[in-house]
């Protein structure tokens, strides 16, 4: 994974986070939306790709668990009701601050996140929220072709998951409420090439 040059975490007067010094964006969307292509897009322009879910599952490997979605699931809801519903995002932010000695270039794109506490706080940093949507069934035909350990389960079982992260049945995880508090959200159900034409718009207004 490539890395990105930002400032290093400061605080101010009150106490709070420093506003990240470079180009950076936040991705959200739903299961199977292309969130992933998009990073993979904007990484192809020397963004560095941060996911909210490595924190999880690092976390999730320590507690001798799995990496299914349900397992995933349950450790993000532990450890946003031990430190906050902002906890993956506030961490996710550090970990581009600490790469400031080791890259040489400024851009990062935060991907996998999924509740509005998640958005406010990127946002408060300068980062420009991008949602992804498209529909129920691109999603489901997108994730049997990745094929990732949670990806393995049938069409009804995806429909209910996506359902509850959606709605915000699952503590912590309110997609719909993100992808609302988005600067922007586009569609994702035609080509590849579609979507990448969307992002390199986005990406020539915020590099203006």
């Known amino acids: 994974m490539s890395q990105t040059m930002t400032q290093p975490a400061q605080t101010n007067s009150n106490n709070s986070p420093v506003q990240l010094q470079s180009l950076t964006i936040g991705v959200v969307g739903e299961n199977g939306s292309g969130k992933s292509t998009v990073c993979n897009i904007l990484q192809k322009h020397h963004f560095n790709i941060i996911s909210l879910s490595d924190i999880v599952r690092k976390q999730a490997t320590l507690r001798n668990r799995d990496h299914s979605r349900d397992s995933l699931t349950e450790t993000a809801n532990e450890l946003k009701a031990a430190e906050g519903s902002a906890v993956l995002a506030i961490k996710s932010v550090e970990l581009a601050n600490s790469f400031q000695s080791e890259a040489d270039y400024k851009r990062t794109v ?27 069934e691109s999603r489901f035909e997108r994730i049997k072709e990745r094929q990732r350990e949670s990806d393995h389960i049938d069409f009804e079982t995806f429909k209910k998951q996506c359902m509850r992260e959606y709605e915000g049945q699952s503590s912590g995880q309110n997609i719909k409420e993100a992808l609302n508090a988005c600067d922007e959200i586009i569609s994702n159900d035609g080509t590849q090439e579609n979507l990448e034409e969307k992002i390199l718009e986005i990406l020539k207004k915020l590099e203006k």
């Open 110 to 136: 935060f991907d996998s996140i999924r509740n509005k506490e998640e958005v406010d706080y990127l946002k408060s940093q300068g980062i420009y929220l991008i949602g992804i949507q498209a529909s129920l």
